[in-house]
Nanobody
Framework: QLQLVESGGGLAQAGGSLRLSCAAS????????MGWFRQAPGKEREFVAWSGGWTYYADSVKGRFTISRDNGRNTVYLQMNSLKPEDTAVYYC??????????????????WGQGTQVTVSS
């Protein structure tokens, strides 16, 4: 059973940067593809970024956010630059046992972190 713990959220100004981390334990991290999702108040959870053998991004964050992973540290990161107020949300990392394809649907993920709040002020 994989446990995921996010950190690094907080308050940033528009145009600023934050880096989220997601530390995994209790399983073989390298076997999973990893995703980041976010959910703003009153909105559905939405896909942000995915890392498997390559990376994939939602159009809304492409060119601003970067997902990376360190299998030695069992950690996946989300570097967020040029932040906008509309990036404000709770951000979740998730692990999927589905490999070999990009996974953007939240219900294809098997394990989730507890979420970390990101607030971007204008």
């Amino acid at each position: 059973q994989l446990q995921l713990v996010e950190s690094g959220g907080g308050l940033a100004q528009a145009g600023g940067s934050l880096r989220l981390s997601c530390a995994a334990s209790g399983g073989t991290f390298s076997r999973y593809t990893m995703g980041w999702f976010r959910q703003a108040p009153g909105k559905e959870r939405e896909f942000v970024a995915w890392s498997g053998g390559w990376t994939y991004y939602a159009d809304s964050v492409k060119g601003r956010f970067t997902i990376s992973r360190d299998n030695g540290r069992n950690t996946v990161y989300l570097q967020m630059n040029s932040l906008k107020p509309e990036d404000t949300a709770v951000y979740y990392c998730a692990a999927s046992a589905t490999t070999g394809m990009v996974v953007t649907n939240w219900n294809r993920y098997d394990y989730w972190g507890q979420g970390t709040q990101v607030t971007v002020s204008s």
